[in-house]
């Protein structure tokens, strides 16, 4: 029997879901940490709540699929490789070169790799999976979903910087973005939610997780979004700052007696967001347990968390001139009532309206607003890998 496997290649890492076609069921999940460190975690679930898990040197990525694969077989979740008719491979930058889903051949693959100067920390990781694949499977459809696609319908006046035209024709500095696959799906699936057609709706999407990015969907299409030439900009994340005025750099290079420009880099990207601000942790979980206890460091990186969304938001009221759902998702968005509930309280003059009692629930997929609001609030737990299966099923036709 067919089945279909999605992967999510990390710089460290490598997250899988295999599903059994046609059904479109979960067989089994899992992912493997610390790929290329000491001490690898490698952990499969799957049949009803059975969990294999175990720590071993995995030295590569190609190390870490072949074990992937063994494992699946020694496990009995497939019985031979040849079960397996589709890959869909998640590829963080697309560039201005893949404006969907596209199948995998040598010179899409180059492509990929090319573009790694747009995401230097996953590209190169994205496309060692894709490699691993091909060498273990090289018969398979194989297919890369690319986090900035759903985004290439910006237009202009929102992906261009303010800043000498010549850099985007000859360089393509301009804004890409990035979650597009969980936009793209939450904007989605909020529509059917709402009962009415995704081309009638303005819908503000709120991907909040490690990674945080805040999306402006106009009939279906991104027309703005907050990440920007990498995932580094737009709203207070997890270690990442979000938007910082440039000229903080030399300043902050000359105070810190830092002279390479990658180690400031390196601290807005890991040492940055609630991370930085708080002191305690860039896990939202650890930041409101610290605030509750008094913390109030833990405090204020909260208040600029909220702050920053609420700001996106009323940007995006403003780009699309109105808004008809706000929709929240992925870790933060997801399971943290009393962030949605005080982003929304904030900017109630719009004419949002959290309903507490529908609001306090996790992870499930709801209207959390009073039923008179005149923008509905919207919860949507993501599910990107789905949108990766149907991309596969689409493509290997
Ligand atoms: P990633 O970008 O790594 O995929 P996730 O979408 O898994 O991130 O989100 C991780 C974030 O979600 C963390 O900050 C975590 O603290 C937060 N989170 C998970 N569960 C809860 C919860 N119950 N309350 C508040 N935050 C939560």
Request: glycine letters at 8%; a negative charge; proline letters at 3%.
């Amino acid at each position: 029997m067919s089945k279909i496997i999605a992967i999510n290649a990390g710089s460290s890492s490598l997250k899988f879901t295999l599903y059994q076609m046609p059904e479109e069921s979960i067989l089994s999940s899992g992912i493997i940490e610390r790929i290329g460190l000491k001490d690898s975690i490698f952990t499969i679930k799957y049949g009803e709540d059975k969990k294999y898990s175990v720590t071993e040197d995995i030295d590569n990525h190609e190390i870490a699929v072949e074990k992937l694969m063994t494992q699946l077989v020694d496990l009995g979740i497939i019985a031979d490789f040849n079960e397996i008719s589709g890959v869909g491979h998640r590829v963080v930058a697309g560039g201005e070169d893949f404006k969907e889903s596209t199948l995998i051949n040598d010179d899409v693959l180059e492509k990929i790799e090319a573009l790694g100067d747009l995401a230097p920390l996953h590209n190169p990781a994205n496309a060692t999976g894709i490699r691993a694949f091909k060498k273990l499977l090289p018969e398979i459809t194989s297919v890369a979903v690319f986090d900035t696609a759903f985004h290439t319908t910006m237009p202009k006046e929102n992906y261009l910087y303010s800043i000498p035209m010549e850099y985007y024709e000859d360089f393509a500095a301009r804004k890409y973005g990035a979650h597009g696959t969980s936009h793209q799906y939450v904007s989605e699936r909020a529509a059917e939610l709402l009962g009415k057609p995704l081309e009638d709706l303005k819908i503000i999407t709120c991907h909040l997780g490690n990674g945080a990015s805040i999306t402006a969907v106009d009939g279906g299409k991104s027309v703005d979004t907050s990440m920007g030439f990498t995932p580094l900009a737009g709203v207070t994340m997890g270690t990442r700052s979000g938007d910082i005025d440039a000229s903080l750099l030399p300043y902050l290079m000359d105070k810190l007696e830092i002279t390479d420009i990658k180690e400031m880099i390196n601290i807005l990207n890991k040492k940055s967001g609630l991370l930085g601000l708080s002191g305690v942790s860039s896990d939202m979980r650890d930041v409101e347990t610290a605030a509750e206890e008094g913390n109030e460091r833990a405090q204020v990186a909260l208040d600029i968390f909220y702050n920053r969304v609420q700001k996106y938001i009323g940007q995006y009221i403003a780009t699309m001139n109105g808004v008809d759902a706000i929709v929240f998702t992925a870790g933060i968005g997801e399971n943290s009532a009393i962030t949605r509930k005080i982003i929304i309280d904030g900017i109630s003059w719009f004419g949002c309206d959290i309903d507490e009692e529908k609001n306090n629930v996790r992870g499930v997929e709801r209207i959390v607003s009073t039923d008179d609001a005149k923008v509905k609030v919207v919860l949507i737990p993501t599910d990107e890998e789905k949108v990766i299966l149907n991309d596969v099923i689409r493509l290997g036709k």
